[in-house]
């Protein structure tokens, strides 16, 4: 049901964090949204280790107690979603389609700690 898995790190400075874990680190950038203007959300990689970064104004500030969460592939984003309910997650937000093509949903692991659900759209 699930095919992959990678971090996603919630940041105020997008351009900051991007130059850092690539200039810094090493990471290459391998996909941006949108592709023209600011970015809203860089994935990075590293060797074989995958790396979100997604700009958020208020990451980091007192009210915002996570600053990543999990994002997973999933054959189904529907049935991933009614298994993790089924399971004890909570859905934050159910399935819908997004505009860079792939379905997504939210939830939140019995601790708390927030996934996102994607499958690719056909």
Avoid at 23 to 34: A, K, N, S
Avoid at 74 to 97: F, H, I, K, M, Y
Wanted: charged letters at 25%; one cysteine or more; a negative charge.
């Amino acid at each position: 049901m699930f095919t992959e898995a990678f971090p996603i790190v919630m940041t105020p400075d997008l351009p900051r964090l991007i130059a850092f874990y690539r200039d810094v680190v090493g990471f290459e950038l391998t996909y941006r949204f949108p592709q023209e203007g600011e970015p809203e959300f860089v994935a990075l990689r590293l060797g074989n280790s995958e790396l979100g970064l997604a700009a958020n104004p208020e990451a980091g500030g007192p009210a915002d107690s996570h600053r990543w969460e999990l994002c997973v592939y999933a054959d189904d984003c529907d049935a991933a979603v009614n298994a993790l309910r089924s399971a004890g997650a909570t859905v934050t937000e159910e399935p819908v389609d997004q505009p860079w093509g792939e379905r997504s949903a939210r939830v939140t692991d019995p601790d708390g700690n927030r996934m996102l659900v994607l499958s690719r759209l056909p």
